[in-house]
């Protein structure tokens, strides 16, 4: 089965187009007969929902359920209640996708995005806008912004990837639940959190080329220069946190040095009745450089658990 999910957030004007358009494609594409779409309104204040459950009306062989959030909780919890709700039905061979509401994404671009997974070579596929002849058709500004913080996330995860921030992806069943258990990201972040998270779990990720129209209404739910930061804070979280480990580890080498300096001044303190004033001062040093690294360490740590308790009312 293949599972759509879109996050949608005041798409009043083009939720019902984006559904129609999965609708097509589902009924055309050998590799997309058994399909089911969800889209998650979150929190919209218009008629988002209203239009996309209009689409029900009549016969349909691919249903459509409208799921809401009570209030806008951010582009990263309407994603992750879509990963929660494909996790309760999914098995193993299943496909998870997702695609933005705002018509920027061609649902004719999903059988090609979905097949590594159902040939099993892959766990995540990326749409990637850079891989198409259309990427010339990418607004300057927006272009400049994702070749940025693509090359921030390659640099930071060791990846060559050539598009961090496309919202077309797939997902097999282990990815999803992975996902489930590790995301925390509420806002535009969790784009990149994904990647973070594939990382760490040795998922394997590939990209396929996929298409955009940029004429449409924008259905980001934040500006462009705060998405772009919340996207970056992400980012840096994963990488104090990923740190926080080495940190941890740096202090205990110093920790190591500051005992082997401590055993070698009463080595010879005993054996001279001096005090060497050189290994004492390396002692002291390496001993403040150890516990400065083992607590900041600790309070990174500890700060980033302590937020996801709070998201999770714990």
Same mark, same amino acid.
């Given at each position: 089965?293949?599972?759509?999910?879109? *996050?949608?957030?005041?798409?009043?004007?083009?939720?019902?187009?984006?559904?129609?358009?999965?609708?097509?494609?589902?009924? !055309?594409?050998?590799?997309? &007969?058994?399909?089911?779409? !969800?889209?998650?309104?979150?929190?919209?204040?218009?008629?988002?929902?209203?239009?996309?459950?209009?689409? @029900?009306?009549?016969?349909?062989?691919?249903?459509?359920?409208?799921?809401?959030?009570?209030?806008?909780?951010?582009?990263?919890?309407?994603?992750?209640?879509?990963?929660? =709700?494909?996790?309760?039905?999914?098995?193993?061979?299943?496909?998870?996708?997702?695609?933005?509401?705002?018509?920027?994404?061609?649902?004719?671009? %999903?059988?090609?995005?979905?097949? *590594?997974?159902?040939?099993?070579?892959?766990?995540?596929?990326?749409?990637?806008?850079?891989?198409?002849?259309?990427?010339?058709?990418?607004?300057?500004?927006?272009?400049?912004?994702?070749? @940025?913080?693509?090359? /921030?996330? @390659?640099?930071?995860?060791?990846?060559?990837?050539?598009?961090?921030?496309?919202? =077309?992806?797939?997902? @097999?069943?282990?990815?999803?639940?992975? =996902?489930?258990?590790?995301?925390?990201?509420?806002?535009?972040?969790?784009?990149?959190?994904?990647?973070?998270?594939?990382?760490?779990?040795? /998922?394997?990720?590939?990209?396929?080329?996929?298409?955009?129209?940029?004429?449409?209404?924008?259905?980001?739910?934040?500006?462009?220069? &705060?998405?772009?930061?919340?996207?970056?804070?992400? =980012?840096?979280?994963?990488? /104090?946190?990923?740190?926080?480990?080495?940190?941890?580890?740096?202090?205990?080498?110093?920790?190591?040095?500051?005992?082997?300096?401590? %055993?070698? /001044?009463?080595?010879? #303190?005993?054996?001279?009745?001096? #005090?060497?004033?050189?290994?004492?001062?390396?002692?002291?040093?390496?001993?403040?450089?150890?516990?400065?690294?083992?607590?900041?360490?600790?309070?990174?740590?500890?700060?980033?658990?302590?937020?996801?308790?709070?998201?999770?009312?714990?």
């Amino acid at each position: 089965m293949i599972f759509v999910g879109i *996050p949608a957030y005041q798409a009043e004007k083009t939720i019902k187009s984006v559904i129609l358009d999965v609708l097509s494609t589902a009924h !055309t594409a050998k590799n997309m &007969t058994d399909t089911y779409i !969800t889209v998650v309104d979150d929190g919209s204040t218009d008629r988002t929902s209203t239009e996309a459950e209009s689409v @029900n009306v009549g016969k349909l062989r691919v249903p459509v359920i409208t799921v809401r959030h009570k209030t806008n909780l951010g582009y990263g919890a309407a994603i992750r209640t879509l990963f929660e =709700l494909a996790k309760r039905d999914m098995v193993n061979g299943d496909v998870f996708v997702t695609m933005d509401s705002d018509g920027q994404h061609h649902a004719k671009d %999903i059988p090609l995005l979905i097949a *590594p997974i159902q040939c099993g070579s892959a766990d995540i596929v990326l749409g990637s806008r850079f891989l198409d002849e259309t990427k010339d058709t990418i607004p300057k500004v927006r272009r400049i912004g994702i070749e @940025n913080i693509t090359k /921030l996330t @390659n640099r930071s995860l060791g990846t060559s990837y050539t598009d961090a921030q496309c919202g =077309l992806r797939a997902y @097999n069943r282990k990815a999803v639940k992975l =996902l489930c258990q590790e995301s925390t990201v509420d806002g535009m972040g969790l784009s990149t959190e994904v990647l973070s998270i594939a990382s760490q779990g040795n /998922l394997v990720v590939v990209e396929s080329p996929v298409c955009c129209s940029y004429g449409g209404a924008d259905s980001s739910t934040q500006g462009k220069i &705060t998405h772009g930061a919340d996207v970056i804070g992400s =980012l840096f979280q994963f990488i /104090l946190e990923r740190g926080s480990k080495w940190v941890f580890l740096s202090g205990l080498l110093f920790g190591l040095f500051s005992l082997i300096f401590g %055993i070698r /001044l009463v080595m010879l #303190f005993n054996d001279t009745g001096v #005090f060497v004033l050189s290994y004492g001062l390396l002692m002291l040093y390496t001993t403040l450089v150890s516990l400065i690294l083992i607590l900041a360490s600790i309070n990174v740590y500890t700060i980033i658990r302590l937020k996801e308790l709070l998201r999770l009312g714990k």
